[in-house]
């Protein structure tokens, strides 16, 4: 599966998505230290923190902070996935006719042009990338996916949110059609220095043993280690 995803890297050469994935995450941190009962250790949110400033170098093929609505990909802080990989023209024909198409909504065309917030973009800017979807009103649009759906998450946090990350890609997956979800979490000695009772890579596994008779997505764990 892995193999087959192929994304620009940060050159604009076409690359596997599992080396780009293994390029973002390998290399030196830059991490906060606290001192725990078992030592030394770092803080989880500087290294959520590094994480995503580290992602921003790919950030023509991963957005971050992605929801589903509607069989939509939109944007908004602590919501949905933390990063996404996804056709963006078809998630803008698919906008356009669940607001204007032939089911539309009520006063679509102007809910429509008031998503540029969940884009991260000024009006002026949003409006002028949806215009060319606009015409005939009341009627659908074709829809055409050329690339594959990939979503994915940082997690650090309670033990338990494994469970919540879970029904979440279920419920996406009921959505849109996910070809692979990426959990990024720690295992080791990393896990020794960041907490007590937070997610980690044995834990996931787990957990998605106990279920995966009813996930049906592609999953790449990946626990992330100090060298």
């Known amino acids: 599966m892995l193999r087959t995803i192929l994304v620009p890297d940060s050159t604009g ?8 994935v293994t390029t973002w995450l390998h290399g030196s941190y830059n991490l906060t230290g606290i001192t ?7 803080k989880a949110d500087s290294l959520n ?14 957005k971050g902070e992605t929801y589903i609505e509607d069989g939509c990909f939109l944007h908004a802080a602590n919501k949905g996935f933390d990063f996404a990989m996804y056709d963006e ?9 669940v607001y204007i198409g032939s089911k539309g909504r009520l006063e679509g065309a102007k809910r429509l042009e008031e998503l540029y917030k969940q884009f991260n ?11 060319p979807y606009l015409d005939k009103p009341m009627h659908d ?17 309670n033990w338990a949110l494994v469970n919540h990350d879970l029904l979440r890609l279920m ?11 990426i959990y990024i979490t720690s295992t080791g000695d990393l896990t020794n220095k960041l907490s ?5 890579f044995n834990k996931f596994k787990n957990t998605f043993e106990e279920n995966k008779s009813i996930i049906k997505t592609p999953i790449w764990l990946i626990g992330l280690d100090e060298a």
Do not use: C
């Not at 050469?13 to 780009?20: E, F, G, K, M, R």
């Open 171 to 181: 419920n996406a997956s009921n959505e849109v059609t996910i070809s692979l979800y």
């Open 13 to 20: 050469a076409t690359v596997p998505l599992s080396s780009l």
């Open 89 to 97: 023209i078809y998630n803008l024909q698919h906008l356009r006719n």
């Open 196 to 200: 007590d009772n937070i997610v980690t």
């Open 36 to 42: 725990r009962d078992k030592g030394d250790g770092y």
């Open 121 to 131: 973009m000024d009006k002026k800017n949003w409006i002028a990338k949806i215009t």
């Open 141 to 157: 649009i074709k829809e055409s996916q050329n690339v594959l759906t990939v979503v994915g998450e940082l997690q650090f946090g």
């Open 49 to 62: 923190k590094e994480l995503r400033n580290r992602m921003s170098t790919y950030a023509s093929v991963f």
